[in-house]
Nanobody, 126 residues
């Protein structure tokens, strides 16, 4: 069964930066869409950024210009570099993977997610 393990979360001041990483193991499909989603208690989960096997990306409007998603292929690892962080970026961030490999919009994969990581907390506060 595919495993997704996030790392790199923490607490930063507004304007600060963080880099999240998602290590993917036991992924047996040829294609992928790997995405970072985030969720605040009481609010629906929203996409942040997604990347396909060819390196094509999509970003949410709310983070465009402040976030960059990238991947290493062996082992498969996806990174989310975040800069100029704002209080509204505070959330639990989840790494997710989908097997069709198509991107949606607004930082999401097009189809339903096949597997999620446990999530990692990002707090932006003075």
């Amino acid at each position: 069964q595919v495993q997704l393990v996030e790392s790199g979360g923490g607490s930063v001041q507004p304007g600060g930066s963080l880099k999240l990483s998602c290590a993917v193991s036991k992924w047996k499909w040829d294609e992928h869409c790997i995405a970072w989603y985030r969720q605040v208690s009481g609010k629906e989960r929203e996409g942040v950024a997604a990347i396909d096997a060819d390196g094509k990306t999509t970003y949410a409007d709310s983070v465009e210009g402040r976030v960059s998603i990238s991947q290493d292929n062996s082992p498969l690892t996806v990174h989310l570099e975040m800069t100029n962080l704002r209080s509204e970026d505070s959330a639990r961030y989840y790494c997710a993977i989908e097997s069709h490999g198509d991107l949606g919009d607004q930082g999401r994969c097009k189809y339903l997610i096949d597997a999620w990581g446990q999530g990692i907390l990002v707090t932006v506060s003075p």
